[in-house]
């Protein structure tokens, strides 16, 4: 089993900037991918950005790209995202996952982190 925790999310003026954390535990030998996601109230789920574990390739959704950067630290199992020049509307629940080697679907998530942006 893999267990994530997200961390960083908070309240936030439009323009402002964050750092979320997810560090995962358990069998942590098996991760392939690591991603971000995030759902608002109303609207369904969506994809944020993703990292390969092996040779860090990154793909980010076209609503973010260019304002949020996803990084990672194999070492301590650890996925980041760093969100800048936030809107309102990017407020939403944001979760981050993992992809196994076996699998290669996201089967493993976290509970969630808030972020709120305001104006």
């Known amino acids: 089993q893999v267990q994530l925790v997200e961390s960083g999310g908070g309240l936030v003026q439009a323009g402002g900037s964050l750092r979320l954390s997810c560090a995962a535990s358990?069998?942590?030998?098996?991760?392939?991918?690591m991603g971000w996601f995030r759902q608002a109230p109303g609207k369904s789920r969506e994809f944020i950005a993703s990292?390969?574990?092996?040779?860090?390739?990154?793909y980010y959704g076209p609503s973010v790209k260019g304002r949020f950067t996803i990084s990672k630290d194999n070492a301590r199992n650890t996925v980041y995202l760093q969100m800048n020049s936030l809107k309102p509307e990017d407020t939403a629940v944001y979760y981050c996952?993992?992809?196994?080697?076996?699998?290669?679907?996201?089967?493993?998530w976290g509970q969630g982190t808030q972020v709120t942006v305001s104006s």
């Open positions: 996952a993992t992809a196994t080697i076996t699998k290669k679907t996201y089967d493993y």
């Open positions: 358990g069998r942590t030998s098996v991760t392939y991918q």
């Open positions: 990292v390969s574990w092996s040779d860090s390739t990154t």
